[in-house]
């Protein structure tokens, strides 16, 4: 079964830094590409960054370029978010999930929230 | 960057009827598109891709189309279940991006 299991979330301040983790199981996760998306609060879904399965390929949205960065260990099949110099209108939940060949994200977690406030 | 346009915004429909939702996109995404179920507390769940292909384990009540910019998910014989809200979503290059999403309320 597929599994991804996000973590290291919480609230933080305005300017501040946080690193989210997502393991992955179930699959070979070195085959595959993998996605944050986030959710603010009663908000529609923002896809954030991609990294794909060898970290050749990165790719962000431009709200978060330059402040996050995506990458990943396949050894200890996991993916990670650094988030810095935080603000409020990033506070969301923040979903890890896998980019599927054909398109489209087939697996995602149960998310992560991140609230930034002071 | 490829904006997503999504309507309606919220639907409201009757047990056993069909409902369409559309998303058109700012210029030609050659049929990578792909439609998310999300139930309220839960992660979004994948139902088409391609446009047109239906993910393992979907209801065949789901189904996809269109090309080029223009695309419909149509859900058949509503069922209490399909109370959600549904996104479309492009990747045709990067950045992707989500329509705004449409709130399905069953009547």
């Known amino acids: 079964e597929v599994q991804l299991v996000e973590s290291g979330g919480g609230l933080v301040q305005p300017g501040r830094s946080l690193k989210l983790s997502c393991v992955a199981s179930?699959?070979?996760?070195?085959?595959?590409?993998m996605n944050w998306i986030r959710q603010a609060p009663g908000k529609g879904l923002e896809w954030v960054a991609y990294i794909s399965s060898g970290s050749s390929y990165i790719y962000y949205a431009e709200t978060v370029k330059g402040r996050f960065t995506i990458s990943r260990d396949n050894a200890k099949n996991t993916l990670y978010l650094q988030m810095t110099s935080l603000r409020s209108e990033d506070t969301a939940l923040y979903y890890c999930a896998r980019h599927l060949g054909a398109g489209g994200f087939d697996y995602w977690g149960q998310g992560v929230m991140v609230t930034v406030s002071s | 960057d490829i904006q997503m346009t999504q309507s309606p915004s919220f639907l409201s429909a009757s047990l056993g009827n069909s409902i369409t939702i559309t998303c058109h996109a700012s210029?030609?995404?050659?049929?990578?598109l792909a439609w998310y179920q999300q139930k309220s507390g839960n992660a979004p769940e994948l139902l088409i891709y391609?446009?047109?292909s239906l993910q393992s384990g979907v209801p065949s009540r789901f189904s996809g189309s269109g090309s080029g910019t223009d695309y419909i998910l149509t859900i058949s014989n509503l069922q209490p279940e399909d109370i959600a809200t549904y996104y479309c979503?492009?990747?045709?290059?990067?950045?992707?991006?989500f329509g705004s999403g449409t709130k399905l309320e069953i009547k």
């Open positions: 391609k446009a047109s």
């Open positions: 210029q030609n995404i050659k049929g990578w």
């Open positions: 979503q492009h990747y045709q290059s990067f950045p992707l991006t």
């Open positions: 179930g699959f070979t996760f070195s085959n595959y590409g």
